[in-house]
């Protein structure tokens, strides 16, 4: 069974500070995905990784798939009371049905 | 920017009863599916739906859960007698590209 784990699953920091959040599994996963959900939406897609070690970069968030493909990291500067929301990473199973693995999320707070 | 549109938002039905949650997925996307998130669990893949059948379905899509694509464009879930672990979040999604996954705004199931 294909598990991801999530760390922190809360965090509370203050606005200009960097954070990162971690997505782990022991299986690999074709590309995993970082989710965003805000309280009573759906979960919307920022960004796919596909390739052992790719960095990509959407604004002020970095993300990291690792060389293995079992795990990710997403690395925000400078946060800003905007990025508060539910983080969530889901990893994207081989196959033509690509269902996604998901992880518990993280819950961040960017106090003003 | 395309949707995917789930109606109802809420929905309150009593243990036994039958419901239908419907979902209107972005209309050139060829993949479907359906996944729940159970209160301060992690979101669970349900059922896909390809070329006018399940593709994979999960150990919970047991025989109360069915789903259709009667028109071409709706997709719906039914739950043929809901029981109280069934109160969830219950959200729709579709797929065009490899990785697009569009995520509709869900809906809040409670079963009392």
């Known amino acids: 069974t294909q598990l991801l784990e999530q760390s922190p699953q809360f965090l509370s920091i203050q606005e200009g500070e960097n954070l990162t959040v971690y997505c782990n599994s022991s299986?690999?996963?074709?590309?995993l995905q970082w989710y965003r959900q805000e309280p009573g939406e759906g979960p919307v897609l920022l960004v796919t990784v596909v390739t052992g070690g790719e960095v990509k970069k959407l604004k002020r968030l970095t993300f990291q798939f690792g060389d293995a493909r079992k795990d990710s990291s997403l690395h925000i500067t400078a946060a800003q009371p905007g990025d508060t929301g539910l983080y969530l990473c889901?990893?994207?199973?081989?196959?033509?049905?690509?269902?996604?693995?998901w992880g518990l999320g993280t819950s961040l707070a960017v106090n003003p | 920017e395309p949707e995917v549109t789930q109606t109802p938002s809420h929905q309150v039905t009593q243990m036994g009863q039958e419901v239908i949650l419907r979902c209107v997925p972005i209309?050139?996307?060829?993949?479907f599916y359906w996944y729940r998130q159970i209160l301060g669990q992690k979101v669970e893949f349900l059922v896909s739906f390809y070329n006018n059948e399940i593709s994979e379905k999960s150990e919970i899509f047991d025989d109360q859960f069915s789903v259709e694509r009667p028109d071409g464009s709706n997709f719906t879930l039914k739950i043929r007698s809901t029981k109280l672990e069934d109160s969830a979040m219950y959200f729709c999604?579709?797929?065009?590209?490899?990785?697009?996954?569009?995520f509709g705004s869900g809906t809040r199931l409670t079963v009392v």
């Open positions: 889901a990893g994207v199973s081989a196959g033509n049905n690509r269902k996604l693995i």
């Open positions: 299986s690999v996963f074709s590309s």
């Open positions: 209309s050139n996307h060829l993949y």
């Open positions: 999604a579709s797929r065009g590209t490899v990785n697009g996954y569009t």
